[in-house]
């Protein structure tokens, strides 16, 4: 057997095992998520197709999401699937090599334009882009036409990255995918009083969980003091996070049970309704 049909045969018997577990093991899926970063890559496109990645979400009650994809053909067929549920987000690159060079390509608006005109996408990302290299001319005509079209941004970076980013695109949403991983609280709280359009997505988010997953103090209070600027995110960037969506939405959902009810409510759903309206 070579390598990819065995690959082909370890992502299908993920997927069979989290549709297995999502319905043999009691967990509560009554509290609904919108969620704001799940990726519908080449790599499970054969083993999960549209139909049973929208029967997925739909097990977790997760009833809106912004989907993005590499290349860009997986966000529109899920949109073709259920554009309820989808919300097509456009990322900047051909191929997964494309990753590392988009900020630099001078096609890149060309390539957009023509992606844009297939599905109605709502944003650019989740893409890649660290420190200077958001300093680019490729760079600034994507945000460019984000501010033309009313498109969001949803940027993978870093502080000098998000920086440079805000600092060119103070007018429009900017979903900062993961929080920066691991930006201390203070300094988000300082980007988030000077960028009135900036918000937080919570993905993989470090640091906002102790070892008996509760929220530590300082995370609950700046949830509680910022509720209309946080989107949560499963974000099944590789084969095996579509496998473990039961259990990622599990704890997604059991840090928002220890919030006061309408900061979770804006927290898990109003906010992306709110930056994304039907």
């Known amino acids: 057997m070579n390598t990819y049909s065995s690959m082909k045969r370890l ?16 967990v509560d899926t009554s509290y609904s998520i919108h969620d704001g970063h799940i990726h519908y890559d080449q790599d499970v496109w054969e083993t ?12 977790q ?21 259920d554009p309820e549920i989808v919300i097509p987000m456009l990322r900047p690159y051909k191929s997964w090599r494309h990753r590392y060079l988009w900020f630099n390509d001078p096609d890149l608006e ?5 992606h844009l005109a297939r599905v109605p996408y709502r ?4 893409f890649h882009v660290f420190g200077e290299d958001a300093d680019s001319i490729p760079m600034e ?22 920086r440079i980013i805000l600092e060119k695109s103070p007018d429009i949403n900017v979903l900062w995918a993961h929080g920066g991983f691991n930006v201390p609280v203070a300094t988000l709280r300082e980007l988030l009083d000077t960028y009135p359009k900036l918000y937080i997505e919570l ?14 103090p300082e995370w609950k209070q700046f949830l509680v003091d910022y509720r209309t600027r946080f989107l949560v995110g499963m974000d099944t960037y590789k084969p095996s996070r579509w496998a473990d969506l039961p ?7 059991g840090w928002l049970a220890q919030l006061p009810e309408g900061v979770a409510a804006d927290i898990s759903r109003n906010n992306l309704d709110r930056l994304f309206p039907r």
């Open 61 to 81: 009650n997760i009833k809106r999401a912004l989907v993005s994809a590499t290349p860009a053909e997986g966000a529109e067929m899920l949109y073709r699937a």
């Open 48 to 59: 999960l197709p549209p139909a049973d990645a929208i029967s997925m979400l739909k097990q």
């Open 11 to 26: 992502v299908l018997f993920f997927i069979l095992i989290a549709t297995v577990c999502s319905t043999a093991i009691a």
């Open 203 to 216: 993905s993989l988010r470090e640091g906002m969980l102790d070892d008996e997953q509760r929220l530590t």
């Open 123 to 126: 944003g650019f990302g989740e």
């Open 141 to 162: 005509e994507m945000i460019e036409l984000a501010r033309q079209r009313k498109l969001a941004l949803h940027p993978h970076t870093n502080l000098e990255g998000m």
């Open 247 to 253: 259990e990622i939405a599990a704890e997604t959902r």
């Open 110 to 114: 060309t390539f957009l334009l023509e």
